[in-house]
Structures are given as structure tokens and as C-alpha cells.
């Protein structure tokens, strides 16, 4: 058995490679930036051969930078960045188009045709989605629609579709495994996930064929070899990226639930065996789990998180870095009744209002700069707080406990006020590289490097806890407000 599981977690902005040894220590960690291409307002794409070569680069760099024995790796893990997709010719290997990235905003019109053919609700039923262009499926019809010829060969198979992880995976076993996960095809709109399977009515909708999709398989298994100087390593891991951020947070039991800080923020609660439609404007989709164990899990994002804190730095300059928003958030005893509602692009679950629009409420004359900057620190608190309401309401259980990771979790004012605000635990681990953790332990698992959850869970530690100390009447009152200044940035646009 080897020493090592090697990570390999291939984001919207970057690839990177980090080793972890069998106690969960980080032995080491590399990254590399690759291209964001814009040919049109809207539109957003990657260089499929660069996301793999980049890929590849700090793999090996990472390999020989520690001076790692490939033996010593007993199975690789793969995360990734979501729904982002990818096409390309079977026998030269060469992508026919770019990756259409999951930002990509090209295909709403294919969107509202589906809508306007009645498939909304289907859609909504059978994959636990919005119809949105979010998604894989409206990218891959735009590319078998515009580039010429390649829907009649994809009939025949000879193009296969995939999203970031089927594509790595497929270069990594050099064309011998073509596979996903239930956790990334659950994310392109064409996947049922009561079935189990890819939908016809939804392929056919689509004009999409069949023959070009990935074996599903689950999250932990082995999917295929990679050949590293010389040695076959078992590929034993695939998640999309926050799920696998789910699990990485030992979030393995029906109501444990993480947010990542990041740009954005993503909740995740793991539902058990049972998938749970939301009510609420939440998305449902499947957790990673092991073999005979599908778990499902809500899923709710806000679209501006962390970036409410760039735009205090960079458009603002009302702070030269990023942390110093800690600083001076805790330099006042509130935010002088000041609420900052961060809605740039609109108001995400549980308002879903394209027509909002950023405000800022509350200014007097003693307003000072000190205020504002804490005023948007609470509101990352304050939208992360909607998501967790609504995910109460839906599964009509109190969540006691949140499992934080991502950039702005080293934020102890902010996780404070999350608690506070809450009412609740909130839980920060040691190891907040959560997403290529959680790529870790399913590998890990099926390559019998760890042995089971409970072993997985008994390594996991929390580095800091924290606890609500807010009263609660004061409490009533924030929300309050804060519910007030939405009101007031929504349908602004209209």
C-alpha cells in the first residue's frame, strides 16, 4: 500500500495537485493559472488541451518537487470545477470546440425554448434543476449545433461529451475510460436522478446523442490507471467540486451541512437516501457517496460572497487587501444600522430576482467607512443565514451545526457574526482545502488506503469552534432590517 493519495483539483481559474498522507497531513501543494477566453460579452471558455496540461504540470511538478516515490502514491482523486463542458473527437483526441464554461451565459435562448415547450416543471422533477443555462445541456447542443458535422458523427460515437472531470480522466488513461460521476452528471440537465440515468425525453429535447455520454458510475471506485513514469496508479476518486467539499467536511449523515466562502457561497446539505425537492428556490442534486449508498443533497448558492469584499478593495479603495476587512469590521461595536444588500447580478435562492440590484441602507451623517466595510462583512452572513432558513423549511429540521471551508472562512469576525446571527455552531476544520480532501477520501476509500467513514471521520479535526453569543432580541432586530433592505433592491432593475 502506498503512502500518499494525490488530489487533483482542476478549477474555474486554476489547476492544482495536493498530496495528503494517510493521518490527512498535507505533504504538499501545487498550482498553476491557466487562460479565462471571452469572445463575446456573456461568454466565457477555457482551452480544453490547457486545462489537461496544466493539470498534468502540477502533478508532476508536485511528484518530483517533493522528490515522491510513485509507488508510494496508492490512488489518485479528481474534483472539479462544474458543469463546464467539453467535446471532442474520439480517435485524434483534439476537442472539436473550447470548453464552454459553466459562467457562460451563450445558450438562455435555447433555455427559453425549452421553457416555452413545457419542460420547466419536467426538467425541475426528473433532474432536481432549474432549466438554466448554468448547465451542461443547452452548451453541448450549441456546439453540436455550430460546429459543422459533428452531431451525425457523435451519433455513431465517434465524439464523446464531458464535463471537466470525464475529460481529465479520459486523457489520464489515455482514452481508455470514458466516465463521470453521479455528482457531476447530476449537474448537466439531462441526468435522472431518481433513475439513475440519462433522460430521453430531455436528449431528445435536446438533439443530443446518446452515444456520446459518459458511463455514470459513483464517486468511489476504480474508474481507471494512470501511467506515471512508468508505474499504473488507480484513478479511485471523482466529484464535482462542492460536493466533493461536502464530503471532504466528513459530511456523511442526513442534515450535516458546509458553506464555502469563496467568490460566492455554496451551501450543501446532505438529505440521506431520499432526495428532498425544495420549496424554497433551492436546487437538488446528488451528494458524492460511496458504492450501493446514493445520497442526495439542497444546494443553495450566493452569488456574491467574498467578491462583495474585492469590490470594497479594488472599486472602493476602502482597503488594501482583502483581510484587512476583519480589521477594521471589528472596530466599530455594529454597523450603525448601515446594510450593504450585495446583489450585483441580481438575488439568488431563496429571492431568485434578476431585476435586484445592490444597495446600501441606513447612511447618516456619522456613517464612516468603518460601517460600510462591516456592513458588507454581515451580509455574506446574512444571504448564507436565507440559504440556511431554506433549507430548514424544506427539510423541516433545525440546523444546529455549520461545517465552514473556502478563502473567506479565515475571517474569525465574520464566522463570529455567522454564528451569532445563526444562532448556531460553526465548525472550521484544519485542513480547509476541503474540496481536494473530500477527491482524497473517496479515492482513498476504494483504494483501501483509509478503511471506512468512521475512520475518515475520527482523522477529521475542527480547528476552531464558533458559538453564538448574540442576544436574542437584538438578533430579531438585524434580521429585520435585513429583510427590509432586500426589499428595497428588489426589482430595480425592472
Known amino acids: 500500500m502506498g503512502k500518499y493519495i494525490l488530489a487533483l483539483d482542476q478549477g474555474t481559474t486554476s489547476s492544482r495537485a495536493i498530496l495528503f498522507d494517510e493521518a490527512q497531513r498535507m505533504i504538499g501543494i501545487t498550482q498553476k493559472e491557466f487562460a479565462q477566453i471571452y469572445p463575446r460579452e456573456g461568454w466565457v471558455e477555457h482551452d480544453p488541451l490547457e486545462i489537461y496540461s496544466s493539470q498534468y504540470a502540477v502533478m508532476m511538478e508536485l511528484i518530483t518537487g517533493n522528490d515522491i516515490a510513485v509507488r508510494d502514491i496508492a490512488a489518485v482523486g479528481v474534483t472539479n470545477q462544474r458543469e463546464t463542458t467539453i467535446l471532442w473527437d474520439k480517435l485524434t483526441g483534439r476537442p472539436v470546440y473550447n470548453a464552454i464554461v459553466w459562467q457562460c451565459r451563450r445558450t438562455s435562448d435555447i433555455v427559453d ?23 451542461s ?16 458523427r457523435a451519433r455513431k460515437g465517434e ?6 472531470d470525464t475529460w481529465l480522466i479520459w486523457k489520464l488513461t489515455e482514452g481508455r475510460a470514458h466516465v463521470t460521476d453521479y455528482t457531476n452528471a447530476s449537474r448537466t440537465m439531462l441526468y435522472d436522478i431518481h433513475k439513475l440515468d440519462w433522460d430521453d425525453i430531455l436528449l431528445s429535447a435536446l438533439d443530443i446523442p446518446r452515444a456520446m455520454l459518459p458511463e455514470v458510475r459513483p464517486s468511489s471506485g476504480i474508474y481507471g490507471t494512470v501511467n506515471i513514469q512508468g508505474t499504473e496508479i488507480p484513478i479511485a476518486g471523482d466529484a464535482g467540486d462542492q460536493q466533493a ?24 446539505m446532505n438529505t440521506g437516501g431520499v432526495p428532498c425537492e425544495s420549496r424554497n428556490g ?5 451528494a458524492a457517496s460511496l458504492p450501493g449508498a446514493v445520497h442526495y443533497a439542497l444546494e443553495g448558492s450566493v452569488f456574491v ?14 482597503i488594501a487587501e482583502s483581510a484587512d476587512s476583519e480589521y477594521y469590521a471589528g472596530k466599530v461595536a455594529d454597523a450603525g444600522g448601515v446594510y450593504l444588500v450585495p446583489a450585483f447580478t441580481g438575488l439568488g435562492a431563496p429571492y431568485w430576482d434578476m431585476y435586484a440590484r445592490g444597495c446600501i441602507v441606513g447612511i447618516t451623517r456619522g456613517t464612516r467607512r468603518e460601517h460600510l466595510i462591516r456592513a458588507a462583512e454581515e451580509a455574506i452572513a446574512y444571504q448564507s443565514l436565507d440559504l440556511v432558513r431554506a433549507m430548514e423549511k424544506d427539510t423541516g429540521a433545525e440546523l444546529e451545526e455549520l461545517r465552514v471551508d473556502g478563502g473567506a472562512s479565515r475571517d474569525a469576525f465574520l464566522m463570529q457574526f455567522q454564528a451569532d446571527i445563526m444562532n448556531g455552531r460553526i465548525c472550521r476544520p484544519e485542513i480547509r482545502e476541503t474540496t481536494a480532501l473530500g477527491a482524497a477520501y473517496l479515492a482513498g476509500i476504494a483504494a483501501g488506503f483509509w478503511h471506512n467513514l468512521e475512520e475518515i471521520r475520527s482523522l477529521w479535526k475542527c480547528d476552531r469552534t464558533f458559538t453564538p453569543r448574540m442576544d436574542p432580541e437584538k438578533r430579531e432586530t438585524l434580521l429585520a432590517g435585513w429583510h427590509k433592505a432586500v426589499g428595497r433592491s428588489r426589482n430595480w432593475a425592472e
Open 245 to 268: 467539499a461536502l464530503f471532504g467536511q466528513c459530511c456523511f449523515e442526513k442534515g450535516e451541512t458546509k458553506n464555502t466562502y469563496g467568490t460566492g457561497c455554496f451551501l450543501l
Open 159 to 164: 465524439i464523446l461529451f464531458g464535463t471537466v
Open 113 to 135: 425554448t425549452l421553457i416555452a415547450g413545457g419542460l420547466g416543471d419536467y426538467i425541475r422533477q426528473k433532474t432536481g434543476l432549474v432549466a438554466d443555462a448554468y448547465f
Open 282 to 286: 433551492l436546487l437538488t442534486t446528488i
Open 305 to 318: 460572497g467574498g467578491a462583495v469584499i474585492q469590490w470594497l478593495r479594488d472599486e472602493m479603495r476602502f
Open 137 to 152: 445541456g443547452t452548451k453541448i447542443k450549441w456546439i453540436l449545433d455550430h460546429v459543422e458535422g459533428i452531431r451525425a
